[in-house]
């Protein structure tokens, strides 16, 4: 069987740089190799319902924002299959069933969940529904029998909970569902890109992101604005790269020829990086070059994204279409694990027929 890719993103906002360089931009390329037999991509809704029940609006305003940002980044529905979640009732049905092979202990000992508990101060008052998402993400996967998950780093914990899943739905089951593996960022500063407020993710809920929607005027106010060295007072301080989000996004971002074409002075990232460390180079000259850098990847993006937004009926379309084929294949999926489960009564003509002959004889 040929390798099937599975990732999204909760329609909790419009996407952001981090998601670009965390999952978007790989999509983007794997979806153009030719080397996946299926691409699913999904908005993640009733994901995004678990923490915001009582808000469903903003949920309902997302799903056309992120459809947007996919279409305008690249992601081709000729390519891609692009569905939103609650549309699939198989997978609801999946998460159930997964439910039994997962302890309560093991889902507190995630730690993503864990920092979004904290992030989102529910304390004692988690929905279950959220405590258990980890659960629905394997449903999600495993519906479509992903090998690949294209992710940021924060979904690691997830893919490890869906490989836990998998082993002990087959090894209970027999071999039905597929282990999938995860697939990050090669650039370590993709792997979780800091917010412009120098926070350790950029993330729709901590309002720290650049959006792929942003127009010029305000990428560079976020920019001017943007977290540094809090030591690098003067131009002639000698500043500090590591942890400074302007340089972890230019390690994001920035590629050899920016330089020729934006900063001539020096040949590569590198050079600036050590510029700095010494001294004598300014805030504002490094912010520039990021700002040409980024206003450079996200012309395009915007642009495509003016076009679509004339034509909402057809984003709308779009998602309909794929929400029918991904259904089809999580219906198939559903079916399987039934089999396996033995809860498929109704198609098993030799247990019904058994049954009859043990009463008949009894
Ligand atoms: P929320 O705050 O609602 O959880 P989010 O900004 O974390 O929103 P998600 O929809 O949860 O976004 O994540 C979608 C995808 O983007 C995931 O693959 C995640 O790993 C990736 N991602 C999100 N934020 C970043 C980031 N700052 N850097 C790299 N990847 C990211
Ligand atoms: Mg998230």
């Excluded at 993103?9 to 740089?17: A, F, M, S, W």
């Excluded at 939103?84 to 159930?96: D, G, H, N, W």
């Excluded at 904290?118 to 999600?140: H, K, L």
């Excluded at 900063?263 to 990086?273: I, M, Q, T, V």
């Amino acid at each position: 069987m040929g390798k099937i890719i599975l990732t999204g993103d909760r329609p909790t906002g419009r996407l952001h740089v981090g998601h670009y360089v965390g999952s978007l931009r790989r999509r983007v390329e794997l979806q153009n190799t030719g080397d996946f037999e299926k691409v699913f991509i999904m908005i993640a809704d009733a994901q995004a319902l678990t923490d915001n029940a009582d808000n469903p609006e903003k949920v309902r305003q997302n799903v056309v924002e992120v459809a947007l940002d996919y279409l305008s980044v690249g992601l081709d529905p000729a390519k891609s299959t692009l569905f939103v979640q609650s549309q699939i009732p198989e997978l609801t049905e999946l998460t159930f069933y997964y439910m039994n092979l997962v302890t309560v202990s093991r889902l507190q000992r995630n730690p993503t969940v864990k920092s979004e508990i904290a992030m989102r101060n529910f304390e004692t008052s988690i929905p279950v529904g959220f405590f258990c998402y980890p659960i629905s993400q394997a449903a999600d996967i495993t519906a479509f029998d992903a090998t690949t998950v294209p992710v940021g780093e924060d979904q690691e914990p997830m893919i490890e909970q869906t490989r836990e899943i998998v082993r002990k739905f087959n090894s209970v089951y027999g071999d039905t569902l597929v282990e999938p593996e995860i697939l990050l960022p090669d650039n370590a500063a993709c792997l979780r890109l800091p917010g412009t407020d120098g926070k350790a993710k950029m993330s729709k809920s901590l309002g720290n992101c650049i959006y792929l929607s942003d127009d010029e005027d305000t990428v560079w106010q976020k920019i001017r604005n943007m977290f540094t060295d809090p030591n690098h007072l003067r131009v002639s301080d000698p500043g500090k790269v590591e942890g400074n989000p302007v340089f972890l996004y230019l390690d994001a971002f920035s590629r050899p020829e920016h330089f020729a074409e934006y900063l001539p002075d020096y040949a590569s990232l590198d050079e600036l990086k050590d510029h700095y460390r010494r001294g004598g180079l300014g805030d504002v000259k490094v912010k520039k070059f990021l700002n040409a850098v980024l206003q450079e990847t996200l012309a395009p993006i915007r642009a495509r994204r003016a076009q679509y937004e004339k034509d909402i009926p057809y984003v709308y379309e779009v998602l309909k279409k794929g929400s029918e084929t991904a259904e089809e294949q999580a219906a198939n999926t559903l079916a399987r694990v039934k089999r396996a489960m033995k809860i498929n009564y109704f198609e098993d003509a030799a247990l019904i027929a058994e049954q009859a002959e043990f009463y008949k004889t009894k």
